[in-house]
């Protein structure tokens, strides 16, 4: 029998992050579209990120006929690698100033965000960014296709602190990082060893 849930932060109610998510106001507006196979993911970090977030949404699907009505009246930007992304540190120039900004984030593993971009030809039409170096993703529980690999919401952090500044955004991370040591405690040390490398001290 499943334990009763949090109907905000969608974990057992025991385990309920609300306390930590804080209500961030941001000039650049997010748009945050998820795949349906990470809707149940117990390490929904989308979901998080747009609890923490006044001007974010969050989309479920694999197919969005809306997202046209959603992008206009806005100079949007998809934050997705690829051969014509630009690095957020070269701070992209903005053609329409007079025009809200919004990022579109899709949310998935790689192969699922491709197929969001496949499935929705209007997110072909926008620019797109990428991020710049940066430290080593935090989410240890989770083995990343690549070294550069971050997840969602440490992706919307870093994205905003370029976009937004000097405004910052870390706060975001409070739920997330205990979420992550409660991942690592569930599983118990030597499991999270075996499988993850040995926990960082002080983590």
Not at 96 to 108: E, I, R, S, Y
Not at 130 to 154: C, F, N, Q
Not at 183 to 200: D, L, V, Y
């Amino acid at each position: 029998m499943s334990r009763p849930a949090c109907a905000r932060c969608q974990r057992p109610v025991p385990l309920c992050l609300c306390a930590l998510i804080p209500r961030l106001h941001s000039s650049t507006r997010v748009l945050l579209l998820q795949h349906p196979s990470e809707r149940r993911h117990p390490l929904n970090t989308a979901r998080l990120a747009a609890l923490g977030l006044v001007n974010a949404r969050l989309e479920i699907g694999e197919e969005f006929p809306e997202l046209p009505l959603w992008l206009e009246g806005q100079e949007a930007r998809l934050l997705f690698p690829g051969p014509a992304a630009i690095r957020l540190d070269r701070r992209p120039a903005i053609t329409a100033p007079d025009l809200p900004q919004l990022l579109v984030v899709p949310d998935g593993t790689w192969r699922k965000a491709r197929r969001l971009l496949h499935a929705n030809p209007a997110l072909a039409t926008l620019p797109r960014v990428t991020l710049p170096p940066g430290p080593p993703s935090r989410y240890r529980v989770r083995k990343a296709p690549a070294a550069d690999a971050v997840s969602t919401i440490e992706a919307v952090v870093a994205a905003l602190n370029i976009l937004d500044a000097p405004a910052r955004f870390e706060a975001l991370l409070a739920p997330f990082e205990a979420l992550i040591e409660g991942q690592i405690a569930a599983m118990g040390a030597e499991t999270f060893a075996r499988n993850h490398g040995a926990p960082e001290r002080g983590a």
